[in-house]
Nanobody, 126 residues
Framework: QVQLVESGGGLVQPGGSLRLSCVAS????????VGWFRQAPGKEREFVAG????????VYVDSVKGRFTISRDNAKNTMYLQMNSLKPEDTAVYAC???????????????????WGQGTQVTVSS
């Protein structure tokens, strides 16, 4: 069964950090570009960060540049999102996604991703 499972979400104070993980099962991430998306209540799903299959290309939404870092460990079939200097506006459900893609590029369009995790809640509040 093809599956992506996130972990690492929770409640954190402004300025704090969280590290999200996403483990793939039922398929290998080697040939996939991977990304993180988020959706806050009443808002549309938003691309946060993505990395190409070989790690050579990364893309971030402007609002998280310099604070978030996406990475992947293909040997562990896992991707990560390190989130530092968190702000209340980062509060959302974060989901990981994978797109079969050997072009070396990253797409920010969620409709192009093949597999999705169920999401993990991140709440930034004092």
């Amino acid at each position: 069964q093809v599956q992506l499972v996130e972990s690492g979400g929770g409640l954190v104070q402004p300025g704090g950090s969280l590290r999200l993980s996403c483990v793939a099962s039922g398929f290998t991430l080697d040939n996939y570009a991977v990304g993180w998306f988020r959706q806050a209540p009443g808002k549309e799903r938003e691309f946060v960060a993505g990395v190409s299959w070989n790690g050579g290309w990364t893309v971030y939404v402007d609002s998280v540049k310099g604070r978030f870092t996406i990475s992947r460990d293909n040997a562990k079939n896992t991707m990560y999102l390190q989130m530092n200097s968190l702000k209340p506006e980062d509060t959302a459900v974060y989901a990981c996604a994978a797109k079969w893609d050997l072009s070396g590029k990253v797409t920010t369009n969620p409709t192009e991703y093949d597999n999705w995790g169920q999401g993990t809640q991140v709440t930034v509040s004092s």
